[in-house]
């Protein structure tokens, strides 16, 4: 079974790594994140070094169909979310 990292364990990351007290590590966790979140709002793509990109992409309306029913239903346009991960970061994961 996969684990997922939340932001506490994250904050107890930076406190361990930096030293800082658990209430600072919490709140810059909180700050960066907030400040990517910002960014993506407002259209912009946040480029983390070694990391990935996240951008934000519109999608226009369509016409989609329910596979079940095969009823066509129109989806909405929208704005989603993508997340390219670098080359680093793909090496990584998938280690030659």
């Known amino acids: 079974m996969t684990k997922t990292v939340t932001r506490n364990e994250l904050a107890n990351a930076v406190h361990q790594q930096i030293g800082l007290s658990h209430n600072e590590s919490a709140q810059l966790v909180a700050s960066v994140l907030e400040e990517v979140s910002r960014s993506l709002e407002q259209g912009?793509?946040?480029?983390l070094s070694?990391?990935?990109t996240f951008s934000v992409h519109s999608k226009n309306e369509r016409i989609?169909?329910?596979p079940k029913t095969g009823v066509e239903a129109r989806i909405s346009p929208r704005r989603v979310l993508s997340f390219r991960p670098s080359n680093l970061?793909?090496?990584r994961i998938n280690p030659e």
């Open 44 to 47: 912009d793509s946040v480029k």
């Open 50 to 52: 070694s990391f990935g």
């Open 89 to 91: 970061m793909k090496k």
């Open 64 to 66: 989609g169909r329910n």
